[in-house]
């Protein structure tokens, strides 16, 4: 980590990928690249650290990988929700409208089979057998 007051240098995208080129094509290793660009942080391990990772970017996400922005803490809550496409919403509110019709559709043959049954009970009180 930095002291206060000490910035850190900001290397472009360019260098980067030159730095990473020439290392890789000339077999140079990790404190001998560092050495030949000045990169030396507060110790050579740091410096080393970085030529690490910067390869590890290049060999994983090419040179647009030096593009993005890294710095910063990562997100840790629940992944915003993406907005819906048109067509899927309205897929989405058929499907409700057909499960609410459904619904409604059991709820009242749920109600007509009580009935039945206290109808069917009811005769057999009356004739004298025993309900089921």
Known sequence: MAKKGNKQKKYSAEF???????MRE????????????????SSMGGAISTLHRWER????????????????????????????LPEAEGDLLDEVQRLRERNEYLEMELEYLKKLDALIRAEE???????K
Do not use: C, Q, W
Not at 16 to 22: L, N, W
Not at 26 to 41: D, P, Q
Not at 68 to 74: L, M
């Open 16 to 22: 980067k990928e030159s730095v990473i080129m020439d």
């Open 26 to 41: 000339n077999h140079l290793g990790y404190r001998e690249t560092a050495r030949k660009y000045g990169l030396v942080k």
């Open 57 to 84: 970017i290049y060999l994983t996400e090419g040179a647009a990988g030096f593009m993005t922005e890294r710095r910063g803490r990562g997100s840790k809550g629940r992944p915003r929700k993406k907005p819906l």
């Open 125 to 131: 009180e009356r004739n004298g057998r025993k309900p």
